[in-house]
């Protein structure tokens, strides 16, 4: 009788503290996953945000819209290339870092680790207006000195081929710091005697890497991986302050499609293609796990 | 982890017994040790240029932001001014008002960053420590959460706010990120650490279990509060599609807003002012960066790890 007074009371009083996230986690985020869903499969559009319930199912029209429209087909295609390159680029330079201030020959540890993660903590916009003026085709730093070296860089962020490629230097500039911050906690969890086992055993440096570091550090990489590829599939803040998603939709990408159609008002087809990016998340961080994940 | 770790410690082992005699009997190099050597300094050097590369956009950013407009466009460019002016921000705040925009930026992020820590706390300590009915589903919801991207929410979530007349209001700007999944699923990691008998021992002096949360747990929690609470801060103050999407009147403007509207409104690019505008966007975050890395730096990594 007790007990089970005690126990009811726990139960409110763990209510209570529940219960201001509770109802905000239900009404900003579980009530939109939801009507994203409802949204997909119907035929609403801006004028019917005031009559959300006064639309028509149309099943899975959007989805084939979204998935037959060449638009959409470039954008997947661009994000694709994106997480492609940017993904292995940003991890393999974050363990390249992180292997190297791990070594014990670096001076200066704390100051390499804080600068290399700065760029992390500054925001998109400002970030923006510092790249736009370094990829400045007349007078920016980056083809004045391809400049001296006789080299005439190309209009970086208005041609064709080169727009997503300097997108994925500074999504890589800005991301590097923060998987190498992790992988190099992860490096420190490493027991040095393994290093030293294997020092005397005449293992190099390249064999100590490949045997050691990387088996060991499998679950931090695979932890980089599936953080770096959610938030690069989602691939948008770069283009849009950057290229506009150009030109001629060069850098468009799938989440940036979705913020497009949304302005245009068609809210039914831009919740399809949000959730058609959704099960691309929930896939890509599958196979992650498939791939690296720790063998038994 | 240790499982791994023991895998390969065998494995070493191995490897030891397998090699050759020649190689055990040479001289057993360790360039670890030493410190000024042909190696490290290339290596050194390498990490500099890195560096520069990193931390370079940014200085100059900084350093432009002082400089007369031709002087930003010399190559190369310039570490230390020839010329220190301060039009740029006179002229960038005589056309905008950034004083209101910095102090909206101020207080959304510090009401999101109290209430969304908060609240991350409460309900982490719930599920951590206590029992309750719809405990798994909870955070079973919690967890499934994590991985959604924000843009699917977006669509709806400006339907929701438009349908609650929240347009262009500071609630738009704060309402949507006070609940905070990730946010949750760290304090309750952090949460699980605390030791039972210390809330068993305040429950048996006769301290109910909202003066047990806040005299016990959260000064308990201390790291785990800062850490969040800078991140969150750092996310609030850097997010700027939302808010350019939720506010319509210069008023309600954050400083990303405005940066944002300003660049891409303009018709001569006027440098000077972008990068002043840039500036007072980035340098008190790296400023607080710089003074707070540790957790940052330590709070990421552990976060990273669990």
């Given at each position: ?51 959300p ?9 959007n ?37 190297l ?45 391809l ?10 962020l208005?041609d064709e ?38 020092a005397i ?17 499998r ?14 599939l ?26 497009n ?11 399809a ?7 691309a ?13 720790t063998?038994? | ?39 490290s300094?290339v ?16 200085i ?49 992020a ?11 706390a ?35 979530l ?10 262009n ?13 990730f ?18 021992a ?49 008023d309600k ?17 006027q ?27 330590q ?8």
């Amino acid at each position: 009788m007790t007990v089970s007074a005690r126990r009811r009371r726990t139960g409110l009083a763990a209510w209570g503290f529940a219960l201001p996230f509770t109802v905000l986690f239900a009404v900003f985020m579980l009530v939109p996953v939801a009507s994203s869903l409802y949204m997909a499969f119907t035929d609403m559009h801006g004028a019917d945000l005031r009559t959300p319930w006064a639309v028509n199912f149309v099943g899975f029209d959007n989805f084939v819209e979204a998935l037959t429209d060449p638009k959409f087909q470039q954008a997947a295609g661009n994000t694709l290339y994106f997480v492609g390159v940017a993904m292995p680029l940003t991890l393999a330079l974050a363990l390249l870092l992180a292997v190297l201030l791990n070594s014990g020959l670096v001076w200066f540890r704390s100051v390499f680790r804080v600068g290399f993660y700065a760029p992390v903590v500054t925001s998109i916009v400002a970030v923006a207006v510092v790249w736009r003026f370094l990829l400045q085709p007349d007078f920016g730093l980056v083809n004045s000195g391809l400049g001296v070296l006789g080299i005439d860089g190309p209009r970086w962020l208005t041609d064709e081929v080169w727009a997503m490629p300097s997108l994925i230097v500074m999504a890589t500039w800005r991301n590097v710091g923060y998987s190498m911050v992790i992988l190099l906690a992860g490096l420190q969890g490493i027991p040095r005697d393994v290093y030293e086992a294997s020092a005397i055993d005449g293992a190099g440096p390249v064999r100590q890497f490949r045997s050691i570091t990387v088996p060991l550090l499998r679950p931090t990489l695979l932890f980089c991986a599936v953080i770096t590829g959610i938030g690069y599939l989602q691939f948008f803040e770069e283009p849009f302050v950057m290229t506009q998603g150009g030109p001629l939709g060069a850098t468009n990408s799938v989440a940036y499609e979705v913020f497009n159609q949304f302005g245009f008002g068609n809210y039914g087809l831009s919740a399809a293609m949000s959730y058609i990016l959704f099960v691309a998340v929930v896939v890509l961080s599958y196979l992650q796990f498939r791939l690296l994940r720790t063998e038994k | 982890m240790s499982g791994d770790m023991m895998a390969a410690g065998t494995r070493t082992t191995g490897v030891r017994t397998g090699a050759p005699r020649a190689a055990q009997a040479a001289p057993g190099e360790s360039p670890r040790r030493r410190r000024l050597t042909p190696r490290s300094t290339v290596l050194n050097v390498a990490l500099l240029i890195g560096l520069a590369a990193s931390i370079g956009p940014l200085i100059w950013m900084v350093v432009s932001s002082v400089e007369p407009e031709g002087e930003i466009r010399q190559f190369p460019p310039t570490l230390i001014p020839d010329q220190v002016t301060w039009s740029n921000y006179t002229e960038l705040f005589a056309s905008l008002n950034f004083p209101r925009y910095f102090l909206n930026s101020v207080v959304v992020a510090l009401i999101v960053t109290v209430g969304s820590v908060l609240f991350s706390a409460m309900v982490g300590y719930a599920l951590a420590k206590l029992d309750f009915p719809g405990k798994r589903t909870l955070f079973a919801l919690v967890m499934g959460t994590l991985m959604v991207p924000g843009m699917v929410t977006f669509v709806p979530l400006f339907v929701l706010v438009a349908n609650l007349d929240l347009v262009n209001t500071y609630a738009a700007l704060v309402l949507p990120f006070l609940a905070a999944p990730f946010g949750v699923f760290l304090m309750r990691q952090f949460m699980l650490d605390v030791p039972d008998e210390l809330l068993d021992a305040a429950r048996v002096d006769g301290a109910g279990e909202f003066r047990t949360f806040f005299r016990i747990v959260l000064p308990q929690a201390r790291p785990a509060l800062a850490t969040l609470g800078i991140l969150t801060f750092l996310g609030s103050w850097n997010n700027f599609l939302w808010p350019l999407v939720a506010v319509q009147s210069a008023d309600k403007y954050t400083l990303p807003v405005a940066l944002a509207l300003y660049s891409t409104g303009q018709n001569t690019v006027q440098y000077g002012l972008l990068v002043a505008g840039a500036t007072v966007i980035v340098l008190p975050i790296l400023i607080v960066f710089l003074v707070l890395q540790r957790h940052i730096v330590q709070g990421v990594s552990t976060t990273g790890l669990k």
